[in-house]
């Protein structure tokens, strides 16, 4: 069974860098089937897609983030990480990643595993 | 580009049905066969209920099914429990710009 584990600071001061990764086990990060991705909920709000990454490093951006986030990919260790720089209060959110379908014409498809999400707090 | 657009909240009893709806536009739910659908009980991950538009997962009641006209998706859950209670999303891919795109969610009560 496929397990997703995200790992990382629950609190990060403000204008520094949020840096969170994902452990995948029960399954191999280099498939051509899926995508890796990460999806944030601040609390009480709805789900907002970051971001997603295919095992080669190709990288796909919201691009209302774009310009703060990075995500990336470490086959031989089977994780993917992310990081935001400069962040605020808003960047506050339980922060889940997750395995996308990969579909033809490089399409992005339904999000069948997600880890248990990490809380991310922006506070000084 | 902006969020999918469902409703705020929806009720009904147990044993009724609901239906709950999910507006895109021509270059999101209305391009592309792959609207999914994702259930979220409070302090869960959200769990797929439907992917590419109406395929139910394994282990899936068929209570639960989805449907699409034109730009909008929606999502019907017939024989309502108690335990449907929860906030549903549905999600659709948008293309080579936006990618993904998540609606606001809708709070579901079963009264």
């Known amino acids: 069974q496929l397990q997703l584990q995200e790992s990382g600071p629950g609190l990060v001061k403000p204008s520094e860098t949020l840096s969170l990764t994902c452990t995948v086990s029960g399954g191999s990060i280099d498939s051509h089937m899926y995508y890796w991705g990460w999806i944030r909920q601040p609390p009480g709000k709805g789900l907002e897609w970051i971001a997603t990454?295919?095992?080669?490093?190709?990288?796909y951006y919201n691009p209302s983030l774009e310009s703060r986030v990075t995500i990336s990919v470490r086959t031989s260790r089977n994780l993917f990480s992310l990081r935001v720089n400069s962040v605020t209060a808003a960047d506050t959110a339980m922060y889940y990643c997750?395995?996308?379908?990969?579909?033809?014409?490089?399409?992005?498809?339904?999000?069948?595993?997600w880890g248990q999400g990490m809380l991310v707090t922006v506070s000084s | 580009q902006s969020a999918l657009t469902q409703p705020a909240s929806v009720s009904g009893s147990p044993g009724q049905s609901i239906t709950i709806s999910c507006t895109g536009t021509s270059s999101d739910v209305g391009k592309y066969n792959l609207v999914s659908w994702y259930q979220q009980h409070p302090g869960k991950a959200p769990k797929l209920m439907i992917y590419e538009d109406n395929k139910r997962p394994s282990g899936i009641s068929d209570r639960f099914s989805g449907s699409k006209s034109a730009n909008t998706a929606s999502l019907t859950i017939s024989g309502l429990q108690t335990e449907d209670e929860a906030d549903y999303y549905c999600c659709s891919y948008a293309g080579s710009n936006t990618y993904v795109l998540f609606g606001g969610g809708t709070k579901l009560t079963v009264l």
């Open positions: 997750a395995r996308l379908n990969r579909m033809p014409g490089n399409r992005v498809g339904a999000t069948e595993y």
């Open positions: 990454i295919y095992y080669t490093g190709n990288t």
